[in-house]
Structures are given as structure tokens and as C-alpha cells.
């Protein structure tokens, strides 16, 4: 199971700290994926982090902004956000997937259909 926290209403140019909390098993050996969807929109891959933080991604539209990070020993994972604008309104995912057995430590990516897991979402609203 992984449950979200973190999201709210922030003025633009604010910044946010989301958390996702693993219970049930173990998150050491698992790529974190984070996603967002937005109203009328589809749900989309904003950054990925492999089971070792060695290897991270990010979505254009996030980058130099986003920065997500993991404690394998907390079996937590954050997305820390900066910059904030409108159009990062969304309700916020993380979701854990099994990485191919030849990759373990560094598989990365974001796309929805490889991850396993998912939590219920967090809103973020980014309004004056």
C-alpha cells in the first residue's frame, strides 16, 4: 500500500514537499514513479527514481523545477516541488513497479503500464 500526503493550495511560485509511505513490503528493491493528472486531462509520468537513486527522470515540464528523492529505510519517497505554477494543478500519484531482473538498481522510467502499485493521489492546487 502507498498513501500520499503532502499536497494543498500554494500560491504560485510556492513550492511543496509530497510524500508517499510504503506499508506492507518492503520499498528497497522498487522504481518510485510519480504522476499527475490534471481535470480533462490524461494522467501523466512527471519523474521516476530507481530502487538505488542512482538513476532519476523527469517529465519536460517539470524539470529544474521537481526533484524527487528517496530513504529506502523509511520506505518513503518525496517529490519536492518549486516554482509552482497553474499548470501544475493536479491530483499527484506515486506508484511503485518491479524492475526488469537484468536492472534492478538503476530501471527508470515513466510510464504508467510498468508500475504495479499506486497510492490514492494527493491534490495540488496552484492559485493566487
Known amino acids: 500500500r502507498l498513501v500520499e500526503s503532502g499536497g494543498g493550495l500554494v500560491q504560485p511560485g510556492g513550492s511543496l514537499r509530497l510524500s508517499c509511505v510504503v506499508s506492507?513490503?518492503?520499498?528497497?528493491?522498487?522504481?518510485v514513479g510519480w504522476f499527475r493528472q490534471a481535470p480533462g486531462k490524461d494522467r501523466e509520468g512527471i519523474s521516476c527514481?530507481?530502487?538505488?537513486?542512482?538513476?532519476?527522470d523527469y517529465a519536460s515540464s517539470v524539470k529544474g523545477r521537481f526533484a524527487n528523492s528517496r530513504d529506502n529505510a523509511e520506505k518513503t519517497a518525496y517529490l519536492d516541488m518549486t516554482n509552482l505554477t497553474p499548470e501544475d494543478t493536479a491530483v499527484y500519484y506515486c506508484a511503485a513497479g518491479v524492475p526488469p531482473i537484468g536492472d534492478i538498481q538503476e530501471w527508470c522510467v515513466m510510464s504508467a503500464s510498468e508500475y504495479q502499485y499506486w497510492g490514492q493521489g494527493t491534490q495540488v492546487t496552484v492559485s493566487s
Open positions: 527514481i530507481s530502487s538505488s537513486s542512482g538513476t532519476t
Open positions: 506492507g513490503y518492503t520499498l528497497d528493491y522498487y522504481v
